[in-house]
């Protein structure tokens, strides 16, 4: 490998010859050998385009010249593109603040635009990456706006994924809507429920969790951008903070703007920790509704098998014909990843001293790693899971017509203590609680056949409250 030279405020270094980065990416890079982990796309393409808008911005305010500023903006608008990702080399790991995420970007971007001017990677008396590049700008104003525009971009993904499994559920719920089943509470049977309930609940569950992230998406659009060091915008001509917001916008469509207060943007990652929180919520929902659905799914023949979710893998290396529910599996695994990110995203939100937090880059490495998990994941459980569920409808009658958690619809007419009686005979007799209730007198066959109608247990109300079955049925209490 050939290197070439280059010097910062520390001496000199060498750098490989072919790359666009530069010595103070190169001092990284030997600095925070750790994890091997890279930025993700989504995280450089969120910091090249406050580069470009800030490119703009400055040539807007006359801080830079026209011909610097469009090389640095077609080198920024190269990256958006998808162009030189493999050339952000640091490590996760890093310098507090990002400071080494940002020059990364700003030597990247600085040498691509020397090369469009005609120049040699390394000949920064063209373009400067700290000068040029990051014009107006500090680390501590850019790394909090790209984590807000990643998150931005994310969420609405992650919503329009969320959306999707919402309407999944839902078209389930009206399919298995005639299927009444037992409901269980503490895991002992309860009242019956129709399955199709159990869905659309699941569905309303997932409808909180979405205004939850659209709220968090809402608060993320106000910018610290022109701040600069300390939240005060020094250096940052007052035209630039105005004409960089404008800017953003355009470039990415997001309803962002000013913050009231720079300072306090640039002090306080809350923002983050509240948007984190949002997706740990989704994540308690999504781990519920996978529990269930495996516990649903159990069996085939001892456990309760009321549903089949659709065979997508052989489930052992041992046991022939074995298939497990891991698209639920692995969800929950999904789902407590997410919760370790959220964990970690709460400490660094709350390690900041004074005017910075220098926890951002371990901020913006789990914001993204959430969202894409959890975004793919929901993918994964409405397109593998969801979409192919079969309700086992035989097999829900056949539990519910024998549960004990029908006597319920019994206490109106015959009472709780004796209600409990006939639950105890029929666990003890093996006989159906309706003919234990027949057999005793308590009520006729025809009272029986309204106040133990599944279905309408399934609804509000007293059953068969109205008319001769409420009248027959107080007289034979009596």
Not at 145 to 160: A, N, P, Q
Not at 210 to 223: D, Q, S, T
Not at 228 to 246: F, H, L
Not at 432 to 453: A, F, N, T
């Amino acid at each position: 490998m050939s290197y070439r030279k280059e010097s910062d405020s520390l001496g000199e270094m060498q750098v490989p010859s072919d790359a666009y980065y530069g010595v103070q990416t190169q001092r990284a890079v030997e600095n925070f050998n750790i994890s091997g982990m890279k930025p993700f796309p989504e995280f450089i393409w969120a910091t090249a385009v406050v580069k470009l808008a800030a490119a703009r911005a400055n040539m807007a305010a006359g801080g830079l010249d026209r011909k610097t500023g469009e090389a640095i903006a077609t080198a920024a608008q190269e990256i958006i593109n998808g162009k030189f990702h493999d050339q952000f080399v640091v490590d996760v790991f890093q310098a507090g603040a990002g400071t080494s995420h940002n020059m990364n970007a700003n030597e990247v971007i600085a040498n691509r635009a020397v090369e469009l001017l005609g120049g040699r990677r390394g000949d920064y008396s063209m373009v400067h990456p700290n000068d040029h590049v990051n014009m107006s700008q500090s680390t501590n104003d850019t790394i909090p706006t790209e984590i807000r525009l990643v998150s931005i971009r994310m969420i609405g993904e992650l919503v329009g994924e969320l959306k999707a499994l919402t309407k999944s559920l839902r078209r389930k719920a009206k399919q298995f809507d005639s299927i009444v089943k037992s409901g269980r509470t503490h895991l002992e049977d309860a009242a019956p429920v129709r399955l199709g309930q159990e869905f659309d609940a699941y569905a309303n569950m997932l409808e909180y969790d979405l205004h939850r992230l659209v709220r968090a998406r809402e608060l993320l659009g106000e910018l610290n951008i022109g701040a600069t060091a300390v939240g005060t915008g020094v250096n940052a001509d007052p035209a630039y903070v105005t004409s960089v917001i404008a800017e953003l916008r355009k470039i990415t469509g997001f309803h962002v703007r000013n913050a009231k207060s720079l300072m306090a943007v640039t002090q306080s990652m809350a923002d983050f920790v509240d948007a984190s929180g949002a997706v740990r919520a989704l994540g308690v929902d999504m781990t519920k509704i996978a529990n269930d659905f495996r516990l649903m799914n159990s069996g085939p023949i001892t456990g309760l098998a009321e549903i089949s979710l659709p065979a997508v893998q052989p489930g052992s290396s041992i046991m022939p014909g074995k298939v497990n529910p891991v698209i639920a599996e692995c969800m929950n695994m999904i789902a407590f990843q997410s919760f370790g990110n959220d964990l970690s995203i709460t400490m660094a939100g709350q390690a900041g001293q004074l005017e910075l937090n220098v926890m951002m880059p371990l901020i913006a490495f789990d914001m993204v790693f959430n969202l894409k998990i959890m975004r793919k994941g929901l993918a994964m459980f409405r397109e593998k899971m969801v979409d192919g569920i079969v309700a086992n409808a035989d097999r829900c009658r056949e539990m519910v017509e024998r549960t004990p958690g029908i006597a319920l619809a019994l206490n109106p007419y015959i009472g709780y203590e004796k209600a409990a009686q006939a639950v105890k005979e029929s666990l003890k007799t093996g006989k159906s609680i309706r003919d234990v209730v027949r057999q005793k007198g308590w009520l006729s066959e025809e009272e029986l056949g309204v106040i133990l109608d599944l279905y309408s247990m399934t609804e509000p109300g007293v059953k068969g409250r109205r008319g001769k079955v409420k009248r027959a049925a107080r007289k034979k209490v009596d």
